[in-house]
């Protein structure tokens, strides 16, 4: 039996990927955009039967309710959520505004955790659901010029390590995916880039302009190819926590959590210096 797909910004990238190719395999998928386009399109006409396009801001709480009610009710099922409606923001923590803030964090962060809340009343019920989460490698590894995409990735993936532990009784699985970088308009056409200041030129804050020039060579990471990783998970009864996509990714990746975890076995004494003693 086809299962049921909610998959958040279908347009470009990962989300037009897993689409396209869950289509082909048969199956139900209810994406949805904030406004359609060619791409969107040219998939109704391919999948009329299959392929459910609602439109959704995903700073929009009760839209969000509304298209999870919408599915359930025309569909009678979700089977996998697969959050992946996001952007990226470049800039020093300096000169991000705070609508940059407010809008990054109600996208990336707030929008995938409510998301979340929304279909966990329908999974509990039918007791079984998929929750995929596409983070980044950056929700594990920091970098210059990227403090609040950071922070969004770093948060949404604390907060889905947690969800994962309350919902496992009633066989509800969540995996986070961390791609490392990849040829989709993620880098090259919906990244912002925040009102740059001169005192941050020529550091290592704004090496991110090198990286978003397509004339400097591109991303590694082959976005088909991950979209078949990320449904394999999905499919998978393993459902492993943590999957990262990309050689470099999981590369820079094990570096950093080897060197946090030696400054933390560096900090015994002073740790144990601070509790109570008997």
């Known amino acids: 039996m086809s299962?049921?797909?909610?998959?958040?910004?279908?347009?470009?990238?990962?989300?037009?990927?897993?689409?396209?190719?869950?289509?082909?395999?048969g199956e139900i998928v209810i994406g949805t955009v904030r406004k359609e386009n060619a791409k969107v399109k040219e998939l109704e006409a391919k999948f009329p039967n299959t392929l459910d396009v609602q439109h959704l801001d995903v700073t929009n709480v009760s839209e969000i309710r509304s298209v999870v009610e919408n599915t359930v009710e025309n569909h009678n099922k979700i089977d996998v959520l697969i959050?992946?409606?996001?952007?990226?923001?470049f800039g020093a923590a300096e000169e991000l505004s705070d609508g940059d803030i407010d809008q990054i964090m109600a996208t990336n962060l707030t929008g995938s955790i409510q998301m979340i809340r929304a279909v966990l009343p329908y999974m509990r019920t039918q007791k079984s659901g998929r929750i995929i989460q596409i983070s980044?490698?950056?929700g594990q590894v920091a970098y210059p010029?990227?403090?609040?995409?950071?922070?969004?990735?770093?948060?949404?993936?604390?907060f889905c390590e947690s969800v994962a532990q309350e919902v496992a009784p009633f066989n509800i699985k969540v995996s986070i995916i961390e791609p490392g970088g990849a040829r989709t308009e993620f880098r090259y056409g919906s990244a912002h880039v925040t009102n740059l200041m001169p005192e941050y030129d020529n550091t290592p804050t704004h090496a991110f302009l090198k990286m978003l020039d397509p004339a400097n060579g591109l991303a590694p990471g082959d976005p088909e190819k991950m979209a078949t990783r990320i449904i394999?998970?999905?499919?998978?009864?393993?459902?492993?926590?943590?999957?990262?996509?990309?050689s470099q990714?999981?590369?820079?990746t094990i570096d950093r959590l080897t060197e946090r975890l030696n400054e933390?076995?560096?900090e015994t004494e002073i740790a144990a210096s601070t509790d109570v003693e008997n």
């Open 249 to 252: 990714a999981l590369s820079a």
């Open 264 to 266: 933390y076995k560096g």
């Open 136 to 138: 980044s490698y950056g």
């Open 232 to 246: 394999e998970v999905a499919n998978s009864d393993k459902a492993p926590l943590h999957v990262v996509l990309g």
């Open 3 to 25: 299962k049921t797909w909610l998959i958040t910004g279908i347009s470009s990238g990962f989300g037009m990927a897993l689409a396209h190719q869950l289509l082909e395999q």
């Open 83 to 89: 959050n992946n409606a996001g952007y990226g923001l």
């Open 145 to 158: 010029g990227n403090s609040m995409y950071h922070a969004t990735k770093f948060g949404i993936e604390g």
